[in-house]
């Protein structure tokens, strides 16, 4: 379900409105029609609703408020990179979760086995950070944590490639997350030497072959994203548009 963010202000008792250029998104891309569900998150107070479409105008969108999403706060562990910490905090606590993030590999264990799943991203990956990755890996299957691994640039380089296979191969991912060109990388055991986004031009059905493949080799569930994503457990895809 898509998710959008707004101020406290937008948020009455019974209602939210939408402002700004989401309208046009939610309009024109999305293309969601009166009487149809989205979840809007209060950035302020971190509160995240499902709330149902009621009037569709031109500087605005109203919406009935639903319900309150989740009162219990399942603890995500990040080891992520830098660039995108805060995003994935502000993203883990609309969708009511706890993150913590922590990449010290002496600790990490502790934290890991803490912890109810495991997020693991490669975009600044260093020495350190693998250590750290692979502890806190073990530590969540010996617990029977849920590890997702977003292998950013796996494409780019041999490290992060082997890296990556390296979690996969050893049953540590529960699920992946990647574009195109990054799970086409896993899929072939290749890197092609360019950078972190995305730039193989790929159909529908070449994008559905890549999750499918990536979530039958390593035993996972595989999720293609971008503007559509493509789930696959390795025999059935399903497309989130």
Excluded: W
């Excluded at 529960?174 to 072939?188: K, M, Q, S, T, W």
């Excluded at 159909?203 to 559905?208: A, N, T």
Aim: net charge negative.
């Amino acid at each position: 379900m898509p998710r959008f963010f707004v101020k406290k202000e937008q948020v009455k008792k019974t209602t939210i409105e939408i402002l700004g250029e989401d309208i046009k998104h939610i309009k024109n891309v999305l293309r969601k029609q009166i009487g149809e569900d989205i979840e809007i998150c209060d950035k302020d107070t971190k509160k995240s609703y499902i709330c149902e479409i009621e009037k569709i105008e031109e500087k605005s969108i109203l919406t009935k408020i639903i319900e309150e999403l989740q009162k219990q706060k399942p603890v995500i562990h990040h080891i992520t990179n830098y660039v995108t910490a805060e995003a994935c905090a502000d993203a883990a606590i609309c969708a009511g979760a706890s993150p913590i993030m922590a990449d010290e590999p002496e600790e990490v264990e502790v934290i890991t086995s803490g912890s109810d799943a495991l997020v693991l991203n490669l975009g600044t990956i260093n020495y350190n950070k693998m250590i750290a990755m692979e502890r806190s890996a073990m530590a969540a299957k010996n617990k029977g944590i849920p590890v997702v691994l977003d292998p950013v640039g796996v494409m780019s380089s041999a490290l992060r490639l082997n890296f990556a296979l390296k979690l996969l191969k050893g049953g540590y991912v529960n699920i992946v997350r990647g574009n195109y060109d990054e799970c086409r990388a896993l899929a072939d055991e290749k890197a092609a030497g360019h950078g972190v986004d995305g730039i193989l031009q790929a159909d529908e059905g070449e994008k559905l072959q890549a999750a499918k493949a990536v979530a039958a080799k390593f035993n996972c569930i595989a999720a293609v994203t971008g503007q559509v994503d493509y789930v696959s457990n390795g025999k059935q895809v399903l497309v989130l548009n």
